[in-house]
């Protein structure tokens, strides 16, 4: 069992940067892949990112956010990180971390564990 917590959400305005984390707890974190979601009002949940279980050059990154956002993860503090740069207005939505033994990065259902989610804003 595997319990994931974000941090970090808030208001910010259109430029601005924001870090979400995800701590997770047990001692397993580090042979998860780890999955970052988003999920706007009115719409479905749609990928954002990922990092496998070992990150360094394993990360995969939905389109609309290659190259404003970068994922991380630190196995000792069982932790992984999303860092938002250049924050749309688009970008508003509930965002949630995930961890699965799989990597098949984009479809929720391979995601066995899910965090509650944390709030971006992005002001125009």
């Known amino acids: 069992q595997v319990q994931l917590v974000e941090s970090g959400g808030g208001l910010v305005q259109a430029g601005g940067s924001l870090r979400l984390d995800c701590t997770a707890s047990?001692?397993?974190?580090?042979?998860?892949?780890m999955g970052w979601f988003r999920q706007a009002p009115g719409k479905e949940r749609e990928f954002v990112a990922a990092?496998?279980?070992?990150?360094?050059?394993?990360?995969y990154y939905a389109d609309a956010v290659k190259g404003r956002f970068t994922v991380s993860r630190d196995n000792a503090k069982n932790t992984a990180y999303l860092q938002m740069n250049s924050l749309k207005p688009e970008d508003t939505a509930v965002y949630y971390c995930?961890?699965?033994?799989?990597?098949?990065?984009?479809?929720?259902?391979?995601?066995?564990?899910w965090g509650q989610g944390t709030q971006v804003t992005v002001s125009s």
């Open positions: 995930a961890a699965s033994r799989l990597w098949v990065v984009a479809k929720t259902t391979s995601y066995a564990y």
């Open positions: 047990g001692r397993t974190f580090s042979s998860y892949a």
């Open positions: 990092i496998k279980w070992g990150g360094g050059d394993s990360t």
